[in-house]
Nanobody
Framework: QVQLVESGGGLVQAGDSLRLSCAAS????????MGWFRQAPGKEREFVAT????????FYADSVKGRFTISRDNAKKMVYLQMNSLKPEDTAVYYC????????????????????WGQGTQVTVSS
């Protein structure tokens, strides 16, 4: 398993940018597919973005496509979510997650495909 800690959340205005970071610990971090999810008050946790273990493939929810970018640095054991053109509807707690399987070249979009989760970081976008 891998331990995950998110950071970088905050209060911003619509149109602003934020970069979330996820620091991982564990010897096999580079083998995990990584994802970002978010949960707004009163709503289910939803998929945002994912990146394969090698960083070669990414996939995004339609709601963030073209505005958010997921990336990773395996040497630093870090995953990032660059969020541009933020909207009030992006307000949520954002969670970093690591896949259950190692070295899978497909992309994971379902919560049950992830076995490790961080504690979350709050992002609030004011209009």
């Amino acid at each position: 398993q891998v331990q995950l800690v998110e950071s970088g959340g905050g209060l911003v205005q619509a149109g602003d940018s934020l970069r979330l970071s996820c620091a991982a610990s564990g010897r096999t971090f580079s083998g995990y597919g990584m994802g970002w999810f978010r949960q707004a008050p009163g709503k289910e946790r939803e998929f945002v973005a994912t990146i394969t273990w090698s960083g070669g493939n990414t996939f995004y929810a339609d709601s963030v496509k073209g505005r958010f970018t997921i990336s990773r640095d395996n040497a630093k054991k870090m995953v990032y979510l660059q969020m541009n053109s933020l909207k009030p509807e992006d307000t949520a707690v954002y969670y970093c997650a690591a896949s259950r399987l190692l070295y899978y070249s497909g992309t994971y979009t379902r919560r049950q495909e992830y076995g490790s989760w961080g504690q979350g970081t709050q992002v609030t976008v004011s209009s």
